[in-house]
């Protein structure tokens, strides 16, 4: 069974540049979340997506946004790149029965995206 | 503001005994608690969980000790191993809060030979 493909693996990018990470979740998994960590930081909570609909939303500046398809692979976007979100971006998925989480499961989690902003 | 505190940056024990690693948080309306495990250069690995209306659950070498009135959680490993060396993650959800995980800084953990 296929894990949690995120692609790129590895980022780099120019200060005012805007990048598109990808997130392609375990078959069957509607629920996809994105997460950042940075060494400062540690690991943050960015959004949660299930059936094409952003559930939950973390504190992080508009700048950041996502979507999920139909075919509950995801993406997000970081626009007007700044040095601060250098960072690796995790991206997670879960089932459902119904909508609510099996957290017996817990997340499974991708390798993530490296971004490296310069 | 840091809702779930691994105050132990890090951990050494021998191999074949017990590690303990800990972890306390403040908000009262977390249901589900996770613990993970991370490698450099990967993604959390999932170990084991616990619901809020439980104080303890076991898998394997993997037990997680609940306790709601001092909100604070623990997980042993026992006997450790030296692939268990990695940085271990205690997460918190629920509440206001729906599914996303609430992460602590981590703990280091090297299990000697």
């Known amino acids: 069974k296929a894990g949690v493909t995120q692609t790129p693996r590895y980022l780099i990018k120019t200060r005012g540049q805007q990048v598109t990470l990808s997130c392609s979740p375990i078959?069957?998994?509607?629920?996809v979340s994105w997460y950042q960590q940075t060494p400062g930081q540690g690991l943050q909570f960015l959004f949660e997506?299930?059936?094409?609909?952003?559930?939950n939303k973390g504190n992080f500046p508009g700048r950041f946004s996502g979507r999920q398809f139909s075919n509950s692979r995801s993406e997000m976007n970081v626009s007007t790149l700044e040095l601060g979100d250098s960072a690796l971006y995790l991206c997670?998925?879960?089932?459902?029965?119904?909508?609510?989480?099996?957290?017996?499961?817990?997340?499974?989690f991708g390798s993530g995206t490296r971004l490296t902003v310069v | 503001d840091q809702q779930v505190k691994q105050n132990s940056p890090s951990l050494s024990v021998q191999e074949g005994r017990i590690s303990i690693l800990n972890c306390d948080y403040t908000?009262?309306?977390?249901?589900?608690f996770l613990w993970y495990k991370k490698y450099p250069a990967e993604g959390p690995t999932f170990l084991i969980s616990?619901?809020?209306?439980?104080d303890k659950n076991e898998d394997g070498r993997f037990t997680v000790f609940l306790n709601k009135s001092a909100k604070h959680l623990s997980l042993h490993i026992v006997p450790s191993q030296p692939g268990d060396s990695a940085v271990y993650f205690c997460?918190?959800?629920?509440?206001?809060?729906?599914?996303?995980?609430?992460f602590g800084k981590g703990t280091s953990l090297l299990v000697t030979p």
């Open positions: 997670a998925s879960s089932l459902d029965a119904g909508g609510v989480l099996n957290f017996n499961y817990g997340y499974t």
């Open positions: 078959s069957g998994h509607r629920s």
């Open positions: 997506y299930f059936s094409e609909t952003q559930r």
């Open positions: 908000n009262s309306m977390f249901d589900y």
């Open positions: 616990i619901s809020s209306i439980k």
């Open positions: 997460a918190a959800s629920g509440g206001s809060s729906g599914y996303a995980l609430n």
